[in-house]
């Protein structure tokens, strides 16, 4: 079965600085879509990045980065140059298909990214 | 270009009564998807409707059921409410094909007491 694990519950980060949210999946599919989301307290889902299996470079976003090492089957989320407004809830997700067909995205915990001023 | 939208935002329920939740997808959309998100823990699949059918489901009982309407909208109903079924539902929506661009609503909070 698929399973997304973030061992980090809680990160503090400098503003201005650079900050990697830990990702790791389980999966025996060959094709499937990886996806970061932010939720601030206000509790809506805002997608951030996304990576199919079969990309061969790491996505970007802006700020946002997706350190997609397949044969670790790790998606790390780093953030570049932190700004006081990405303090939120960081959830990894994974989509079993390419492309996220079908929609039943699998969601890991979360890590809640506190941003320090 | 309106986003996708859900009420109520906030319901509070009995034990044993019945819910219903809706979501407008965002412009465009033609397929939304159910999640629900207790507190602490990431949001969890539910099922999702194209086409007015429910194309695939989670690990959900019988109780939570849907529809989505001839405008893409969709209602989530909740019967014989739980305790444990407290908790933030999300809806998102998409495009068939680009499934990878899910947008998520604001939600609905539900309180069963």
């Known amino acids: 079965a698929q399973k997304i694990t973030q061992t980090q519950p809680g990160m503090f980060v400098q503003e201005k600085e650079a900050v990697t949210l830990d990702c790791t999946y389980d999966t025996s599919d060959q094709s499937y879509g990886l996806f970061w989301y932010k939720q601030p307290s206000s509790g809506e889902m805002i997608f951030l990045i996304y990576q199919g299996s079969y990309d061969e470079q790491n996505a970007t976003e802006g700020r946002y980065s997706l350190n997609f090492q397949k044969a670790r089957k790790s998606a790390n989320l780093v953030i570049s140059a932190s700004q006081l407004g990405d303090s939120a809830m960081y959830f990894c997700a994974m989509s079993p298909n390419y492309g996220g067909s079908q929609g039943n995205l699998i969601f890991g915990k979360g890590t809640k990214l506190s941003v320090k001023p | 270009d309106a986003g996708v939208t859900q009420s109520p935002t906030h319901l509070i329920k009995t034990r044993g009564q019945q819910v219903t939740l809706r979501c407008s997808p965002k412009s465009g959309h033609d397929t939304v998807s159910w999640y629900q998100q207790a507190l602490g823990q990431g949001p969890q699949f539910i099922f999702q409707?194209?086409?007015?059918?429910?194309?695939q489901r989670g690990n959900f009982p019988d109780r939570f059921s849907g529809h989505q309407f001839p405008n893409y909208s969709s209602e989530l109903n909740v019967n014989a409410l739980l305790l444990g079924d407290s908790a933030l539902y999300l809806c998102?929506?998409?495009?068939?094909?680009?499934?990878?661009?899910?947008?998520f609503g604001p939600g609905t909070r539900l309180t069963v007491t």
């Open positions: 409707y194209y086409e007015e059918e429910e194309r």
């Open positions: 998102a929506s998409s495009l068939a094909g680009l499934d990878h661009e899910q947008y």
